[in-house]
């Protein structure tokens, strides 16, 4: 009897880490189905952003106008067929300002814009030999249509002109054509009324309220593209196959100019049929949230394990020095509380901020374990070292969500740091002979 107890004292305090190892293990399930609901949240707001756009205006794609001519093309063995060739402009030059608002449901909100965009540049009269004789023979130059690719015809508020020296065209809607582009607007004019005696005509249009989500793009279509951009958004995110010549980005908003040459992308000025290279060279600007309170509250939840060892490891280095046993039980419930912190997180930032929401869940949390480690444990100067911990973790963790790009490098220097604590302060701890009591 006698050896059973020595045997029970001598590995207690391995047992009893093998047995809270076991609960931090049991304790990633609830914090994987915190990790869940955050996913099935997110999900949620972007069914929102779908359901607003569709209303209001989705992402915007941009191009200027586009000559397309129609002719028959002959293939041998099979019936002939209409087709279009294709003419992009000399110049193609963009100057739009970007009003951002909110637009709210329920407890989401999405970024919406109005956006007053100006299209201006230079056309050149058509090359129509360029494709060969056969084809140029059946080419119908009265039947000319001009194309305006815009992705959302549902944010254009008012009436669209084109203007070709001069004189006005108003715009249709739904492209005749489908070539480049599944949606937009058409005129339809002949070829001798745009170019008179003349090999260029100098056009204009004003897309004077463009309401779109998140996002606006252009395609690149001209010999020579320039497009200058400014808006009251301070976060904005340059993407496509272009980015920006020049940029600056204040407070108050951003300024971003682009220039893009035909060398620049893959595709040429005249084509018949369609030309997927088109779509795969845009480029623009993504208005993205400053702070993404889902992907915080996601990442911070990625950090579970490490806010129940450490913890869990703490009252368990107290459990040691205090000579007091702490129940499965109780680190149980020590470690409902360290997961219930992530889903106080979640539902919090949605109403008040992410910042906010993080002090208030964990001051909350913190509280809880402390008052709930004195009740256990009948020791002021223990209780306050572990919240002391506490209370470190949970700044550890805060900066690292704010240092994106140097998240990895801290995490890992924090946790030597920490590894480094650990051996430090047991390294005086006699692991066989913890809990037997010393002769006398």
Same mark, same amino acid.
């Given at each position: ?116 965009? #100006?299209? =201006?540049?230079?056309? &050149?009269?058509?090359?129509? *030999? +360029? !494709? ?7 080419? %119908? ?87 200058? #951009?400014? =808006?009251?958004?301070? &976060?904005?995110?340059?993407? *496509? +196959? !272009? ?7 204040? %407070? ?87 997961? #219930? ?100």
């Amino acid at each position: 009897m006698e050896a059973k107890t020595s045997f029970w004292q001598r590995y207690s305090a391995m047992i009893k880490m093998a047995l809270v190892g076991i609960l931090v293990l049991l304790l990633l399930i609830p914090s994987m189905m915190i990790r869940e609901l955050i996913r099935e949240r997110k999900y949620n707001q972007q069914e929102v952003i779908n359901e607003v756009a569709d209303k209001w205006g989705r992402e915007q794609v941009i191009s200027g106008p586009i000559i397309s001519i129609p002719f028959v093309l002959n293939r041998a063995n099979q019936n002939a067929v209409m087709e279009y060739a294709h003419f992009l402009p000399e110049t193609f030059t963009v100057s739009g300002k970007l009003k951002t608002e909110y637009r709210y449901r329920n407890i989401f909100k999405v970024i919406g814009y109005r956006a007053d965009i #100006l299209i =201006s540049g230079k056309l &050149s009269k058509p090359e129509l *030999g +360029s !494709f060969g004789r056969q084809i140029q023979a059946n080419m %119908d130059t009265t039947g000319v249509i001009i194309q305006l690719p815009v992705s959302d015809l549902k944010g254009i508020k008012d009436r669209v002109i084109l203007e070709i020296d001069g004189k006005a065209y108003e715009m249709n809607p739904g492209l005749a054509v489908h070539d480049i582009s599944s949606s937009g607007l058409w005129c339809k004019i002949a070829l001798g009324d745009i170019f008179k005696n003349k090999t260029t005509a100098d056009y204009q249009i004003k897309l004077g309220k463009l309401d779109g989500t998140q996002r606006i793009s252009f395609l690149p279509i001209g010999k020579e593209t320039s497009v200058k #951009l400014t =808006s009251n958004w301070n &976060s904005p995110s340059f993407d *496509g +196959s !272009f980015l920006p010549e020049t940029r600056n980005i204040k %407070d108050s908003g951003f300024l971003a100019t682009w220039k893009i040459l035909n060398l620049n992308r893959n595709f040429p000025q005249q084509f018949y049929g369609s030309n997927s290279s088109l779509q795969q060279s845009e480029f623009g600007v993504s208005l993205i949230q400053p702070v993404d309170h889902y992907l915080l509250s996601e990442r911070s939840a990625k950090y579970a394990i490490l806010f129940i060892s450490l913890t869990f490891l703490t009252f368990f280095f107290s459990e040691i020095t205090n000579n007091r046993k702490i129940h499965p039980i109780q680190y149980i419930l020590i470690g409902l509380a360290l997961v #219930l912190f992530f889903s106080l997180l979640l539902s919090l930032s949605e109403q008040i901020g992410f910042d906010n929401a993080y002090f208030v869940a964990a001051s909350g949390i913190i509280l809880m374990i402390v008052f709930y480690a004195q009740s256990i444990l009948k020791n002021i100067r223990i209780t306050s070292i572990i919240g002391g911990v506490l209370v470190l973790l949970y700044g550890f963790i805060y900066i690292i969500l704010q240092l994106e790009n140097m998240a990895l490098l801290f995490g890992s220097l924090g946790l030597f740091v920490i590894l480094g604590l650990v051996m430090y302060i047991s390294r005086k701890i006699d692991w066989y002979n913890v809990g037997v009591k010393k002769e006398v």
